[in-house]
């Protein structure tokens, strides 16, 4: 046995020798194919390749190129985004490879960020799988479509860190939590690049915004940053960290300032941090006109804020034509260094070359790929699975929900029929012709067996000019009918009935990008439809769709039950009728902190205690951290979503009380469906720290895993403590564990938890 380990160990070692030379072998391959190519270029056509100009269909900020064709032939441009089609794309890209002197070939970039044509759940929802399997089979299918249409770079994973909803942004992200969000970072940049980056589908990942976009002050889109190191590193940084260290090979700048500086030309991010403490060997490219704005943020003339951002270590300018146009005058001047130049182009080209892109420039043009790999029945199935897992059940006041197929069931409200409004923001390549909205499938789902009547109910909102606003990009959908016309129409088909879901909440484009909201309450025209819904007597149960945590409180009090069903991707509306009717039992887990009402945000699970903190279950207590008009309390903490069964958590228990630096403790409980429903339950670790060098959080999730009971069964769930789950960064920014008392924590949610502690020795 001893001699076979040996043996095994050897081979193993041969092995990974073998790997790391083969890999030193590509490289040295890579380095003197670029070497060469470089050495024949001409400082425009090197500065070409940082250009990426605005050529696509989605324009997102101030349009700023013109005459692309002409720009590709002279070796002007580096990449394109956001062109869709695969026959445009070869077009584009023949000018390049045909007809340019050097016949570099272009990248072509997309925001594919939930899927393609098979949309996926909105990052947001998909986090609350807390399913990396899935969140990695998304990438994966996300992948095979793109890149059979032409795509071969994804501005995703989003994993900006949010703490305040109103932020429409949340919704692309991950969360509020470090822990998770890197989790997820890891396993789309897994999806996306899976094991071979020059395979013909698989995608190159561009971890954005780098970074703290998340934390823009009052939720407001492209705001101002503010935040200590301490914060960053502890609770921001960690997501776009996994991702790097996941191998992603691009990195997005942010628009907003960090410590003072435009993050596009923050040098100590993106040279400190990113690459020297990092290791970051890929290619940075701004966000949309990001340069440009650093006029704006009064950081000096294009010609300034493009020498800042070069020399910040940014690569690649996205629509700004800060590079392409000041580049060279910044080096006659001697802002800026040819080294720094060369570095930039060097990256971009070496991207080029892994994606396999000199060997066949047209690998990711092949158009017999898309009939058989996109918007597949399987790839739907996935899809639809997939979104039946993101889908958080809110409220289940006397198990009305799942709800058996037969009587009458009234199905109401703005999002019933609307397939525009089905996908959620950024959802670049849906085709909204080809998948059902939730009418058509209920509708599907009851046939034979129950009577259906819709009615819409009310418009989004009463103001015309306010909902034009938030159902842009094709999700218009005003109904020209009187209020009154539509309230009318409902209440007959309520009245009709024995039971009556609503679909309410957010339109697609009321998160997502430039949608920030002040008022995360129910849009007033749905509030008065929901009270005269409630009027008639009969049980209401309400559908929720947002692209972030809203506040439901009145929901909570008026309604027997809630499911928030987020914006669950092309799929959704089957996924929905497979949970309302028990096809699946609801396991969604919130990722982010529901408010009571929208003055007590930022409001998250892993915050700090102060030195005068509320005890618990207490309303007010003067001179204590509180409001004097509400309590501390989130309505839905993190970590929460119920089910159609129960869960009992039995026996925390640790398999030693103390452990060192070196050694490990078995936290484990016994979990047992209690029920009448076989269901998915993801159970959470969460430590504190009670005593360290800086205040640490009064929790923070260190460990998950979502299992499946048959009815009656039970399991042992067991997470291994180890010193890194006990880590953090300190005030000179190490990242440490110190010696003290542990609180160990396990429960279904952030709020319910069974407590033991130990101590690191
Ligand atoms: C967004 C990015 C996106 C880019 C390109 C910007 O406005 O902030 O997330 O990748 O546009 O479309």
Request: aromatic share 8%; net charge neutral.
């Amino acid at each position: 046995m001893i001699i076979r380990k040996g043996l095994l160990t050897a081979l193993l070692a041969v092995s990974v020798t073998t790997i790391q030379a083969a890999r030193q072998n590509d490289d040295d391959r890579m380095n003197r194919f670029v070497d060469s190519l470089m050495k024949r270029m001409t400082l425009q056509e090197k500065i070409g390749q940082l250009n990426l100009p605005v050529s696509g269909d989605i324009v997102t900020g101030e349009a700023r190129s013109s005459d692309i064709a002409g720009k590709i032939r002279k070796g002007e441009v580096g990449g394109l985004f956001n062109v869709k089609g695969v026959e445009k794309i070869r077009e584009l890209q023949g000018i390049a490879v045909g007809q340019s002197r050097l016949k570099i070939p272009l990248l072509f970039g997309m925001d594919v960020i939930h899927g393609y044509e098979t949309v996926f759940p909105i990052p947001l929802a998909l986090s609350c799988s807390w399913n990396m399997d899935a969140v990695r089979a998304s990438a994966r299918i996300a992948a095979m479509e793109a890149t059979a249409n032409g795509i071969c770079w994804t501005f995703s994973p989003m994993v900006d860190i949010c703490r305040d909803p109103r932020w429409g942004r949340m919704a692309e992200g991950v969360g509020e939590d470090p822990y998770l969000g890197s989790a997820i970072a890891e396993a789309m940049v897994q999806g996306y690049q899976g094991s071979d980056l020059k395979a013909a589908n698989t995608l190159m990942a561009c971890v954005k915004h780098f970074a703290l976009y998340g934390a823009s002050e009052a939720g407001r889109d492209y705001n101002t940053v503010d935040m200590s190191r301490v914060s960053m590193f502890n609770y921001y940084f960690p997501p776009y960290k996994a991702a790097v260290d996941a191998g992603a090979g691009s990195v997005m700048t942010s628009f907003n300032v960090v410590d003072g500086i435009p993050a596009t030309g923050n040098k100590w991010l993106m040279t400190d941090v990113l690459r020297n403490r990092w290791g970051f060997d890929g290619f940075v490219v701004t966000d949309y006109t990001a340069i440009f704005e650093m006029i704006a943020h009064g950081m000096g003339d294009l010609q300034q804020a493009s020498a800042l951002s070069l020399n910040a270590g940014t690569d690649m300018d996205m629509v700004s034509d800060g590079f392409s146009g000041t580049l060279e005058k910044s080096l006659r001047e001697r802002k800026v260094t040819m080294e720094a130049i060369d570095k930039a182009c060097r990256r971009i080209l070496k991207a080029k070359y892994k994606l396999g892109l000199f060997d066949d420039p047209y690998r990711y043009c092949d158009p017999e790929r898309i009939a058989k790999e996109v918007f597949t029945a399987e790839n739907r199935e996935v899809a639809r699975k997939v979104a039946t897992q993101t889908f958080v059940l809110l409220k289940n006041e006397g198990g009305l929900l799942p709800l058996p197929r037969k009587g009458k069931i009234a199905l109401i409200g703005p999002l019933v029929h609307t397939r525009e409004n089905m996908p959620g923001t950024w959802s670049v390549a849906a085709s909204f012709q080809k998948y059902n909205s939730l009418y058509e499938s209920m509708k599907e789902a009851v046939a034979g067996k129950a009577e259906l009547y819709y009615a819409k109910g009310c418009n989004l909102m009463y103001d015309a000019r306010r909902e034009a606003d938030a159902t842009m990009f094709g999700r218009e959908m005003r109904d020209p009918r009187t209020d009154k016309e539509m309230l009318d129409e409902a209440l007959e088909a309520a009245r009709k009935s024995d039971i009556i879901i609503a679909a309410v909440g957010e339109s697609s484009e009321m998160s997502g990008e430039s949608s920030s909201r002040t008022n995360l309450e129910m849009p007033d025209a749905q509030r008065d439809l929901l009270t005269e819904l409630k009027k008639t007597g009969k049980p209401v149960i309400l559908l929720h769709f947002s692209g972030r945590s809203t506040v439901m409180t009145w929901e909570q009090e008026n309604f027997p039950a809630i499911l928030n069903v987020w914006f669950g991707g092309s799929e959704a509306a089957d996924a929905i009728c497979d949970v309302i009717f028990g096809k699946v039992s609801p396991s969604g887990k919130l990722t982010t902190t529901f408010p009571k009402h929208v003055g007590q945000i930022p409001l998250y699970y892993n915050h700090l205690n102060t030195g005068r903190p509320l005890p618990e279950g207490e309303w007010f207590t003067k001179f204590r951290s509180n409001y004097l008009d509400i309590d501390n309390e989130p309505l839905y903490p993190f970590g929460y979503g119920l089910s159609y069964t129960t869960f009992r958590y039995n026996g925390l228990h640790l398999s030693s009380d103390s452990m060192s630096t070196t050694g490990s403790i078995k936290a484990s409980v016994t979990v047992t469906n209690t029920g009448d429903f076989d269901a998915d339950e993801v159970v959470q670790l969460y430590i504190r720290d009670l005593a360290g060098s800086i205040s640490r959080p009064v929790k923070e999730l260190k460990g998950f895993e979502r299992i499946s009971l048959k009815k009656g069964e039970s399991r042992t769930v067991s997470f291994d403590i180890t010193a890194d789950k006990l880590k953090f960064y300190n005030s000179e920014l190490q990242w440490v564990c110190e010696p003290g008392e542990f609180e160990i924590m396990i429960g279904g949610d952030s709020r319910n938890v069974q407590t033991a502690k130990m101590r690191l020795q």
